[in-house]
Structure formats: structure tokens, C-alpha cells
């Protein structure tokens, strides 16, 4: 009996089977980071929660204090964290997945797996902090009496969209930064240039309307405008075509990223 192997062709030519069978050395990558992370700290993963407090308290005072912009209704610390839940949660899978392999190398350049299994595991630490700043969503919702919107369970697969952007994205920058170094530089600007092009601390209901789906070519403004209706309810309407806008952008950076990474793994061990 004859065994005919043919080339892998569409999706299948990303070999995700093969991720799936080493998904024991992403979780004990991904358990890895979050224990260097925060070794010999003093506070620890308090860190998690300073961050996007401190944040929240200069958008507050610069943009609600000073600059006087409306927040429907909402008190403008909830309304900037509910915008900082997703950005962070985008930036900081962006930010981990794109070093990843660089800071990685030792192990690339020595052991065969699939290369795809750092990003991914470099994504964990992300959504822990972001579950922290959740339980501080909580609080904070709960100090300000701000009872949860019955859109709420759409945070769910909000949540999951703004995952598949950030993921994306960095699965894109970690192959580039294999070949280019510049990457390093250019990615905090990167980041913080989208935290304030992106509707964190206003509401885009802000932007004149024949602009508003050209500006959800960023695909976190659906998903942070999404986060605001899913808490908030009617107070902070939704804008659909930005929605879908973010939707379809999320996939596409998602597989594109796929594709590219795996056609230029084959090179990293030698390139590192």
C-alpha cells in the first residue's frame, strides 16, 4: 500500500495540529514568563494593577478635569477604565507576543518546535493582567454605584475579538523582528501612539460622523466602543459599522500574521 504526501495547501499549510501538540510547553512557557516577570520585585504582580490605575488617574485629570470631554453620563473614571480594559489587554498581547522569539533565541536556535507556540504562550501574561484590571472594573463600578448593563455577556466574545487583533498583530511584528532589530524601537512608539488615537480617554461619538468609518480602520475603536455598550448600555451606543469594521480586520491581520510567520520560521534559528 503506497503513502502519497502531498503538500499542505490554505489554512492547513499553517500546521495549527501540530501547535495543538505542543500545547504542554505553551502553558509551561506562558507559567515561565509569569514567574520571571515578577521575580525580585517589591510589589510583585501589584504591578498589574498600578499600571492601568495610573493611567486611568492622568486621563482623568487631563481629559475629564481639564479638557472637559463628555462621557455620556458616566463618571469619567469608569468611563476611561472601561476604555483602558481593552487596550491594555490588545497592547499588552502585542507588545509580549512581538519580543517573544527574540528574547527567546537560546531556545530557537536549539530545540525544534513550532515557533508559533512562543507567541502564543507570550500572550498569557497579558490576559492575566487584564483579568486584574477587570476586578478592579468591578470595584470601581461598585463604588460609583453603576450597576452592569444587560449587554454585559457580549464582553464575552469582545473580549475574544480584541485577543485575535492583538495576537495578530503580534505574531506579525515578532517574525519582523526577527529580521529587522528596528522593531525594537519602533514598537513602544507604536503603542503609545495608539493609545491616543484610539478612543480610550473620549467617546467617538466625538468624531463627525463622515469621518467615523474611515477611523475604525483602528480596530480597537469597535471593540473599546463595543466594551462601553456591553457595560454601559444605551448611554453609550454602539456603532455597527465600526464593529464589523474591527471584526473583519481582526481575522484578516490574524491569518495574514499566521501565514507570514510560518513562511519565515524556517530562517529564524539562523538569523538569531
Not at 480597537?220 to 457595560?231: C, E, N, T
Request: glycine share 8%; net charge positive.
Amino acid at each position: 500500500m503506497e503513502k502519497i504526501i502531498r503538500p499542505r495547501h490554505g489554512l492547513a499549510e499553517l500546521k495549527l495540529d501540530e501547535v495543538w501538540q505542543y500545547r504542554e510547553l505553551i502553558v509551561f512557557l506562558a507559567w515561565r514568563d509569569l514567574l520571571v516577570r515578577y521575580k525580585q520585585t517589591v510589589i510583585g504582580i501589584l504591578w498589574a494593577l498600578l499600571r492601568p490605575l495610573i493611567t486611568m488617574l492622568i486621563f482623568t485629570i487631563v481629559f475629564g478635569h481639564f479638557a472637559k470631554v463628555p462621557s455620556g453620563g458616566i463618571p469619567y473614571p469608569v468611563f476611561a477604565l472601561a476604555g483602558l480594559l481593552p487596550w491594555q489587554l490588545f497592547s499588552g498581547i502585542f507588545s509580549e507576543a512581538s519580543f517573544s522569539v527574540v528574547g527567546n533565541s537560546q531556545l530557537v536556535s536549539k530545540v525544534y518546535f513550532p515557533r508559533l507556540v512562543i507567541p502564543l504562550s507570550a500572550t498569557v501574561i497579558a490576559i492575566v493582567d487584564f483579568l486584574i484590571t477587570v476586578v478592579m472594573m468591578m470595584g470601581l463600578m461598585a463604588w460609583y454605584r453603576i450597576p452592569p448593563s444587560v449587554n454585559s455577556w457580549m464582553l464575552i466574545p469582545l473580549t475574544l475579538l480584541c485577543a485575535i487583533a492583538g495576537t495578530g498583530a503580534g505574531i506579525w511584528f515578532a517574525a519582523l523582528f526577527v529580521r529587522y532589530r528596528d522593531v525594537r524601537h519602533i514598537l513602544p512608539f507604536i503603542v503609545q501612539m495608539g493609545l491616543y488615537i484610539s478612543p480610550v480617554g473620549f467617546s467617538t461619538a466625538m468624531v463627525p460622523q463622515r469621518w467615523r468609518l474611515l477611523y475604525s480602520l483602528n480596530p480597537m475603536v469597535g471593540v473599546i466602543d463595543g466594551y462601553r455598550w456591553a457595560l454601559f448600555g444605551g448611554s453609550n451606543p454602539i456603532y455597527l459599522p465600526g464593529l464589523a469594521v474591527s471584526i473583519l480586520l481582526a481575522i484578516a491581520v490574524l491569518i495574514g500574521g499566521l501565514f507570514y510567520f510560518r513562511n519565515t520560521e524556517r530562517a529564524f534559528a539562523d538569523i538569531i
